[in-house]
C-alpha cells in the first residue's frame, strides 16, 4: 500500500515539474519567433549575430542588442513587447 502511495506522489511530482517545464519552453519559444518576426528579416550578420534569428536569441538575453540592428526602424515596437 505505501509503495502505491509513494508511486502516486512521485508521479505526482513529476507532472508539475513537466508541466512549469513545458509552459517556460513554450513561452521562450513563442517570444523568440515573435522577436524575430519583428526583425527586418535580411539575415545580413551586420549585428554580429549571423542572422536575425541569433539577434532575436540576443535580444532575448539583453534587450540593448536590438541597438545593434542598423536596417531595424522601429526599436521601440520590440522593446515596447518586452516591457520597456
Ligand atoms: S543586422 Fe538586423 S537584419 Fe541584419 S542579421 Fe542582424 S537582425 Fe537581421
Request: hydrophobic share 45%; net charge positive; glycine share 10%.
Amino acid at each position: 500500500m505505501i509503495g502505491v502511495v509513494l508511486f502516486t506522489f512521485i508521479a505526482f511530482i513529476f507532472s508539475i515539474l513537466i508541466v512549469f517545464l513545458n509552459g517556460y519552453l513554450f513561452n521562450k519559444d513563442e517570444k523568440l519567433s515573435k522577436i524575430e518576426e519583428m526583425l527586418p528579416g535580411y539575415n545580413c550578420g551586420s549585428c554580429g549575430f549571423g542572422s536575425c534569428k541569433g539577434m532575436a536569441e540576443a535580444i532575448l538575453n539583453d534587450k540593448e542588442a536590438v541597438k545593434k540592428c542598423r536596417p531595424l526602424k522601429d526599436k521601440e515596437k520590440i522593446l515596447k513587447y518586452l516591457g520597456e
